[in-house]
């Protein structure tokens, strides 16, 4: 079965460094997703990205964040300069299309703690 | 703004007694409702979704009502097991892909 993966599965960097998450999408998957989840709260939508721009983005994913789709495979989040508060469980997915109503299939997640 | 209410925050049940969970939702245009199971250690898994044009659908030990005019939709889970257990979330989508998702209900079937 086809599946979302994600590295790595656990990131520990120290505040003020560059971190890059990484995800590859289901293969004949068209939208991507960023998804957060900080410890014992809510799944929190960061961004959504079709054809190599970002369709939506929530208010959390700020000047900090940027997403790219370097090759036909992956699909990145990275974040420029780490604070403690954006340690959390980020998770990736794809969809076949992004409109309301299609099946989202999300990765294992990475768990990223910043010290 | 968009948001959803998930209740209870923890629910405990007896191996084989059902389960209920509920969601309420605040913006009228969502139109799709899935939910997600998460087990420890990994990423949601969708376990069954309902559209806005239908109003309760089945698989298995598993359904979910929707009443649009309220807003709110409904999981439930007969004859519950042990493997059951794990954290559901429900979610609201309109036609953007973009989830909002509830706070997690965390399951617990005894045995």
């Known amino acids: 079965e086809p599946e979302v993966t994600q590295t790595p599965s656990h990131q520990v960097t120290q505040m003020g460094q560059e971190v890059i998450l990484r995800c590859v999408p289901i293969?004949?998957?068209?939208?991507f997703y960023w998804y957060r989840q900080i410890l014992g709260q809510k799944v929190e939508f960061l961004v959504s990205f079709y054809n190599n721009e970002i369709s939506e983005k929530s208010e959390i994913f700020d000047d900090q964040f940027s997403v790219e789709r370097p090759d036909g495979s992956n699909f990145t989040l990275k974040i420029r300069s780490t604070k403690l508060e954006d340690s959390a469980m980020y998770f990736c997915a794809s969809s076949v299309v992004g409109q309301g109503g299609t099946e989202a299939f999300f990765g294992q997640g990475t768990r990223l703690t910043v010290v | 703004g968009e948001n959803v209410e998930q209740h209870p925050s923890t629910l405990s049940v007896q191996e084989g007694d059902s389960a209920v969970i509920k969601c309420t939702y605040s913006d009228s245009a969502s139109n799709y409702f899935p939910w997600y199971k998460q087990e420890l250690g990994k990423g949601p898994q969708l376990i069954i979704d309902?559209?806005?044009?239908?109003g309760e659908k089945k698989d298995q030990r598993i359904a979910v009502t929707l009443n649009k005019t309220a807003k709110h939709f409904s999981l439930h889970i007969t004859e519950t097991q042990p493997e059951d257990s794990a954290v559901y979330f429900c979610?609201?989508?309109?036609?953007?892909?973009?989830?909002?998702f509830g706070q997690g209900t965390t399951l617990q079937v005894k045995p």
């Open positions: 979610a609201a989508s309109k036609n953007t892909g973009k989830l909002i």
């Open positions: 309902i559209r806005s044009n239908v």
């Open positions: 293969s004949n998957h068209l939208y």
